[in-house]
Structures are given as C-alpha cells and as structure tokens.
C-alpha cells in the first residue's frame, strides 16, 4: 500500500477488537500521516465479546466506534436462506463465520459513505483474507481479490527486496490471476500454481520447508498468506 498516502484522510475499518484489527489501526496511522480510522464492529450475536470494544479501539488510535446491531437482520436475511439452501463448504461442514461477512460489509460501506471515507477495509478473524474498496467518483469500487492479490504481491516485492534470492518462491491456486505470476517472474522469482484452496498452498510451502524461502501468495477468493 504505498504510493500517494497523503491523499487517504479518512478509513473505514471492520472492527473485531482482535490482534488482527488492533494491530492495523495504528499501522494504518504511522503509514498514512493524519488519517481518521473509523472502526465498524458488526454485532451478529458475539454477546459479551463487544464489552470493552470502544475503549479498546480508541486505545489503539480509532477516532470512533461504531457497533451495529445486525442480529435481527442477519437471521432473516442471511442464516435462513442459507439453512434452506444447505449450503455446505466442501460438502462437509455448514458456513459458519463466512456467511457474516456480506452484511458487516454491506454496513461497514454504509458507514463509510456515511463518514466521507476515502477506503473501506476489512479481513476476516484469522487475517489471511483482506478486502478493499475505494471511492471513485463519489462512490466504492471493490477490488476484485484478484486486483488486491496483485497489488499486495507488488508490495511485497517493493518492501522485501533484501530477502529475494534463488531459493525465493510464491504459490498461487489455478483459478488466480496469472498477474500475480508475472509480477513474481519480473522480480526474478518463481510462483507455482497450486489446486485452489488454502490448504494446498500450505502444502507447497511445507514440501519446500527447510529447502527454499516462501515469500507470499494467495488466491482470488481475496486469500493471502504471508
């Protein structure tokens, strides 16, 4: 994310309260000089795990909190037609955490817009997913998981240069953009195409463990693993 980081005055941030959403907050601060960060916390039943979060966020450098009750809604408009259509990830488990993720999205633009924010961002609890929008003539555009991958492979090639060498490598799955690729290629490392789904990626990295240097990677699906 580098660039002209002058002209973002104004984040909108899914706010959980974990080590993932408080570590940026303050990353975002010491890399884009005199930025708001406005974090957005979807309440979709976590209960007590929302006491303390304004203090918390604050702490950390939010200028406000915003947590928003979607229990009601994301029952009705979300667990239920879900259930019914028995949707299954794999055809093994039900959804569970994933399917939160498109009304804390759809809330934390309305925010968003609400604030004058020039970025909205997101991950999910674990960090290895990362969505991004941006405004653009007055309204969000949402980078394709494609377009971020691209961008934070190109990032990492800018801020790791000294640890790129013969035995560098990226993976990416089958169904991702050959950009990626070539942007690996153009920096004198070789990226490999995996079955898509994290956990061959993570099967690259550990046949190559002790061997050679994974550098990054990821998928369309807006996976990344650093």
Known sequence: MSGKNNEIKKIALAYSGGLDTSIIIPWLKENYPGCEVIAVCGDVGQGSETDGLEEKAIKTGASKLYIMD??????????????KAGAKYEKLYLLGTAFARPIIAKRLVEIAEKEGADIVIATDPDSDRLGIAVKH??????????????????????????????????????????????????????????????????????????????????????????
């Open 137 to 226: 003539n007055g309204e969000f555009i949402l980078f394709s998981g494609n377009q971020t991958g691209a961008m934070l492979c190109n990032y990492v090639f800018e801020r790791r240069k000294d640890r790129i060498n013969d035995k560098t490598f990226m993976v990416k799955t089958i169904v991702t953009s050959e950009l990626i690729a070539k942007i690996a290629r153009a920096n004198g490392v070789e990226c490999f195409d995996e079955y898509t789904g994290f956990k061959w990626i993570a099967y690259r990295i550990r046949e190559n463990e002790g061997k050679r240097k994974y550098i990054g990677g990821g998928e369309e699906s807006f996976g990344y693993l650093d």
């Open 70 to 83: 979607l229990k009601d809604e994301f029952v009705k408009d979300y667990i239920f037609p879900t259930l």
